[in-house]
């Protein structure tokens, strides 16, 4: 435990914890304190003035981030016929349909990412309490219960991230690696908060984006400016 302390406290310094950085300056502390083994994700915080326990207060969306996740995701889609062959040539992982729905049941989900065609929704419902827990269960809101299954899969291998409030009116994301340049990771930051600001719900009341922290998988939390991310807070 005191390595890991030693560690964390070696990885803050030079950081204010009080000081809101500019995006491009966050971006460099937290890729210059990226110091595991493995290529740290980067990852985004921003608590929104919302209140996910009213329907009219919830934050849910899709972005496309322009330079990707810098992760390959595996991803499923439940289809039939025509619909399937476009899956499978369109570069999906897993395709099936009451197959792909018993070897879910049975406890194999071998994906990040579920898509639906509509038809397939009825028995993809079934699979509600074993997918939803995982957010894999597919949604018309964010662009996975489609017939358009080539561009969802496209899409999905292309770095679409999908965004949901949480209960304390946060909402997370990975938007790239550390080893990606300082440019393509502001583009990502940026792309995504641009994303939750459209995403605003009706009910919301006051400041929207109050506050908006990056950090590595292993390292400190920056917080960032918001009036640098090119999105408004109101």
């Known amino acids: 435990m ?25 971006v460099k502390l937290v890729r210059e304190r990226a110091k595991a083994k493995f290529d740290e994700s980067v990852e985004i915080a921003m608590n929104l003035g919302v209140d996910p326990k009213h329907a009219d207060q919830m934050v849910r969306g899709v972005v496309n981030l322009p330079n990707g996740t810098g992760r390959v995701l595996r991803v499923a889609v439940f289809a039939r016929g025509p ?19 018993a070897t879910v049941q049975g406890g194999t989900i071998d994906f990040d990412r579920c898509i639906a065609t ?11 309490k ?3 827990p995982r957010g894999l269960m597919p949604n018309p809101k964010v662009g996975t219960v489609t017939m ?14 999908e965004f949901r409030v949480e209960k304390a009116g946060i909402v997370q994301g990975t938007v790239g690696k550390a080893s ?3 440019g393509k990771l502001v583009e990502n930051i940026k792309a995504f908060v641009d994303a939750v600001a ?15 922290a990056l950090s590595s998988t292993q390292g400190p939390g920056v917080k960032v400016d918001v009036s640098t991310l090119g999105a408004t807070s109101a």
């Open 198 to 212: 459209k995403a605003k719900p009706q009910g919301a009341k006051g400041t929207y984006i109050q506050r908006v």
């Open 83 to 101: 619909k399937a062959d476009e899956a499978k040539a369109a570069g999906a992982d897993v395709v099936g349909a009451e197959d792909l729905v």
């Open 118 to 128: 509509p038809d397939m929704m009825p028995l993809v419902g079934r699979l509600g």
């Open 180 to 182: 990606f340049d300082d």
């Open 2 to 26: 005191a390595h890991i302390g030693k560690r964390i406290a070696k990885a803050r310094e030079g950081i204010e914890r009080t000081k809101l950085y500019a995006v491009d300056e966050a």
């Open 130 to 132: 074993v997918l939803g």
């Open 148 to 161: 358009d299954v080539a561009g969802a899969v496209k899409a999905s291998k292309g770095g679409a991230v």
